[in-house]
Structures are given as C-alpha cells and as structure tokens.
C-alpha cells in the first residue's frame, strides 16, 4: 500500500486544505498526517470524518475514508513535540507553523518533497533553505534536495504471512493484513477461534487516567479510541458483533484515591465524551446505592463478546484468508528466506516469508520465542443468572467488573492467580462474588458454581509486544533498539494481559505498517515501547554485553 501512497503533512490542520488535497489527489491513496495544537472545528467536513472524529485529547488518532483510498492522522498536541514523534516519509508538506527545529522536519522529508507556505519570513526561509529546501520564484514553494546519502530504496514486501493463534491477537493481524491485500495462513490448535483467553462471553473496553498521563495511559487511550473507530467498518458494537456501548461506570477505591481522580479531573480536563468525573452524589444516583468517593463515567465505554469480534475480523479477510485449525504448530525453521511450520510429527503445516506470532502463552512454546519474559496470569469469571444482583444498564468496575445481564447471564470478575490450575475454583468464585457485592453494598451470598477461567498472557511492563521479535543468540552490544538482533520475518502480537479488545485493532495496524513500510498510527516512543525487543536491550545494557 505504501510504496504508491502520497504521504503528505500539515502542521496546523485546515479543513478545507484537507479537502483540497483529497480532491487534488483523488483516485489515488493518500495518507494525510495533520498537527492540531488547539480543538479543530469538524463541522465543515463530510459526515464519514465527523463520524469518526476523536475527542480533543492528546495523541495520534488514525481515521481512514469508506473507500479506503485517504488515512487521516490527526496528532493532537504541540508541533515541535508531534513533529519528534512521527515516524513517516512526507512527500508534500503544508507549513501553516513553522516548527523551532528544522532538523526534525529535514528528517521526514522524502527526497523531492514538495513545501508550500502562506508566508514565510526571510530568516524562517534562510533557515528552510540552510535545511535542504529549494525555493522557486514564488518563495513560498520549494523542493526538498536531501544532501549526503539517501535513504534505502523500500521493497516492497511479498505479501504472504502465516499467522499462529486465532484469538483477539491472530484474527486482528489476519484483518488488518488482509486489508493491504495480503495472503494468510491462520494456524489454530482447537477447532474454533478465540477458544482460549479471547474465549470469555464478555470483555469490557475503557481508558485509563493517570494524573502524569504517562506511557501505559497513552498507550491505552489510543488503542481504545482506535478499537472504537475501527469497530465502526466492521458494523459497530451491537450491530457487527456482540456487546454494547452502555458506558463503564468506574468507582473509585476510597477517598485518597479519589483525590487523585480530582486532580486529573482538574488539570488534564478530559472532554465529557471520554471521561467524566462524578462527586459522590451522582455517582450514588446512577448505581442506586451509596457511593461515598465518587467515579468516573466512560460514556463511550462497554463490554463486547470477544469470540463474535474474532469472526467478525475473520470474515472481513475473504478468500485471502486460509484457515488451518486443530492443528498445532511445534516448531519453525527458515529455510531460502521463508519460515516453514511444521506440527508434532513434523509434516509440513505451512510456509511463508513471514510468521506472526500471536498464540498468548503457547508462543514462548516455540524455540524462536522461548525467552520472551510472558507469565500466565489465571483469571475466572463467574456466571450469575439474571436478577441475582441488582440489574444496571452499565458496566460497573472496582476491585472487579460486572457487566449488564445478556443471554441471561451477569458476568462478574475476574481473578489474578499465579497457578495453572483451569478448573472453576469455588474459592475464585466468592471471591468474585464478594468484591462485587460490596462494591454495591449487599452482603456476599452463594450461588452455583459457574463461569470460565482463561489464562492472561502478561509481559514484565504490562504492556504489549507488537513488532519484530529479538533474536538472543546473537551476541552484541545494544545500546538502542534498532540495534537489537532480530530474527527474519518473524514477528509477534502478544502480552495483551486484560486489555485483548482494544489492544488487538491498534496493534495489528502498528504491525501492518511496519511490514508496509506506512506511517506509524502512534508516536515512535509509544511503538518503541511496545516493541518486543525492549527486554533484550535493558539486560544488555544491564550486562554491558559487547
């Protein structure tokens, strides 16, 4: 996709040169990035954008038109500190603000970019031109001439991939290949998708806050305000798959921790859309008990049914998609630049340029994958009969969720255990049951044992790997991580802990582009922080390995 895709900038988002450009390049793909420092008024674009516009908070937010011909990346934040932060190729720039470092701009340019300007000082375009910029008569147009030595010519990749793992993880990355017109192989142990920790009958969707705003709480906002866009071109949530946007009603713990929540409340001033804080009384009001400390309102928050948004990512694939189930891949061997995957008795199950990993625990089973520092983290949810607890329209969370009766059944959980144990526990279960009946005030009570436990596939951070696995066996000095030694084609989409719905669309697209060579859909600091090689850098810089 990327290598015929026009790559172009604008530092201060203007709707009508937006629409300009579209029309300029109409027919042709075209991947819009646009810096926005102050709320931008949606109003004049045409409904697929207002539709999809996110709420004013930082970060990049990635929209794509219903053709799929124009991507929008709006990053929400100062330029100079946006600019830093892209990781793409600009082949037209619109320099409505001048940034401080032309440095950082020169770096994104592609050779033979063009620039345009509606004005321009004489020392802002002495500095342009000391930055590699050619301007004609007008001098407010130029042409960028790179000095020294180019950038290496982008190949483009042979688009077939086989991919390791049904769940929210391997179906995400088949849809999002797919999409770029790739050919996959999607290999399964059991019969049917999602039949492991993507197995629950409901997962709940919702950001997070945290008074620093720092990675994690970066990472979580775009991965959640991505899923819900993304959700939208495969139906909806209600409509494309099971599940509902009711909202997610988060209480806090107790006073201090709800002082903190006002402060975030006060100093970050998230828009109403994304998050509300609510002071006790409400709070009280919508749960219909007393609520002390207060909460925080996700309107657009929910729970989804994570087998049906598997079939739904699955189905959107077509014929590009093989299926390969109940059958198990044991080992991986690379021979003449494509990786052969082989079951139990050694027959061949298939081979491609590329491998994903993205099977949770069962990865690290893979000797390309054994040193990967991923923990399986027990967790059982119970299953109540309808009317057993107080019905809400709502999510509600705490030291547990419960969510709104469907089918019948309230799912209330779910436990963090360290043994492998994958029978229902009644110990599990009144634990379950207990936090939820105090979070509403009513006293525990027994109810007949049922629900699912699943195992979380949780890394050291807590956060995801999406990217080119490491390979540790070849030796060498690591000081960043572009210096981490990689194995070929092999990738991986794993540790998505709790977080499975909202990690799989972000983090499939962050893999899709980086195999496409396509423009980052977050800061390069929070995909460097999703990237799998982090742990084999920080032990080489602990060592000092040379």
């Not at 010519?153 to 991919?163: D, G, M, N, S």
């Not at 709502?394 to 144990?421: K, N, S, W």
Request: glycine residues 10%; hydrophobic residues 45%.
């Amino acid at each position: 996709m990327s290598f015929d895709t026009i790559v172009a900038l604008d530092t201060d988002f203007d709707s009508a040169r937006f629409g300009a450009v579209c029309l300029r390049h109409g027919g042709q793909r075209l991947h819009f990035i646009a810096l926005a420092s102050r709320p931008v008024d949606a109003g004049q674009l045409p409904e697929p954008w207002r539709k999809q516009w996110p709420p004013f908070v930082p970060g990049l937010h990635r929209m794509l038109s219903p053709d799929g011909l124009v991507t929008l990346d709006l990053l929400i934040g100062e330029v100079d500190a946006g600019l830093a932060q892209l990781s793409a190729r600009i082949d037209e720039i619109w320099l409505a603000a001048v940034p401080s470092s032309l440095t950082v701009l020169a770096r994104l340019m592609a050779d033979g970019a063009h620039l345009y300007a509606a004005q321009l000082g004489d020392a802002q375009r002495a500095a342009l031109q000391k930055a590699g910029f050619v301007f004609d008569d007008s001098r407010l147009r130029a042409v960028f001439q790179r000095r020294g030595a180019g950038r290496a010519v982008a190949v483009p990749p042979e688009r077939r991939a086989i991919v390791i793992g049904a769940g929210l993880a391997g179906a995400a990355a088949c849809e999002r290949l797919a999409a770029r017109g790739w050919r996959l192989t999607l290999i399964e142990r059991h019969g049917q998708p999602a039949s492991e920790a993507s197995g629950n009958l409901a997962g709940i969707f919702m950001p997070q806050l945290s008074k620093d705003d720092n990675v994690a709480t970066r990472l979580v906002r775009a991965a959640y305000l991505y899923a819900l866009r993304h959700w939208q071109t495969l139906g909806g949530v209600g409509t494309g798959f099971e599940g509902s946007q009711c909202g997610v009603l988060q209480l806090a713990r107790d006073a201090q921790h709800a002082q903190v929540q006002r402060q975030i409340a006060a100093t970050a001033l998230p828009p109403p859309e994304f998050a509300r804080w609510l002071e006790a009384p409400e709070a009280s009001t919508m749960l219909g008990a007393p609520e002390p400390h207060g909460a925080w309102w996700f309107a657009r928050g929910g729970w989804a049914r994570p087998s049906s948004v598997c079939a739904a990512m699955l189905d959107a694939c077509g014929s590009l998609l093989t299926r390969r189930f109940s059958r198990s891949a044991v080992s991986l061997q690379r021979e003449q630049d494509e990786w052969l995957v082989r079951d139990g008795d050694g027959s061949l199950i298939a081979q491609a340029p590329t491998v994903i990993l993205a099977a949770g625990n069962g990865a690290i089973h893979l000797a390309q994958a054994a040193s990967l520092p991923l923990d399986a983290v027990r967790g059982q949810v119970t299953h109540l009969a309808q009317g057993r607890l107080p019905e809400l329209p709502f999510v509600l969370c705490r030291e547990a969720y419960m969510t709104p009766a469907h089918q019948g059944i309230v799912c209330v959980g779910a436990t963090y255990d360290a043994d492998g144990d994958a029978a229902l526990r009644a110990t599990s279960q009144q634990e379950n049951i207990g936090k939820v009946a105090d979070i509403l005030g009513l006293p525990s009570f027994d109810a007949p044992l049922a629900g699912r436990t699943g195992f979380r596939c949780v890394a050291p951070d807590r956060l995801p790997l999406a990217g080119p696995l490491p390979n540790p066996a070849v030796p060498g000095r690591c000081e960043r991580l572009r210096d981490v030694p990689r194995w070929p084609g092999l990738f991986g989409l794993l540790g998505y802990a709790s977080r499975g719905l909202i990690w799989a669309p972000l983090a499939a697209e962050l893999l899709a582009c980086q195999l496409e060579g396509e423009p980052l859909p977050v800061e390069v600091q929070l995909a460097e922080a999703l990237d799998p090689g982090r742990f084999l850098l920080r032990e080489r810089r602990r060592s000092g390995a040379a």
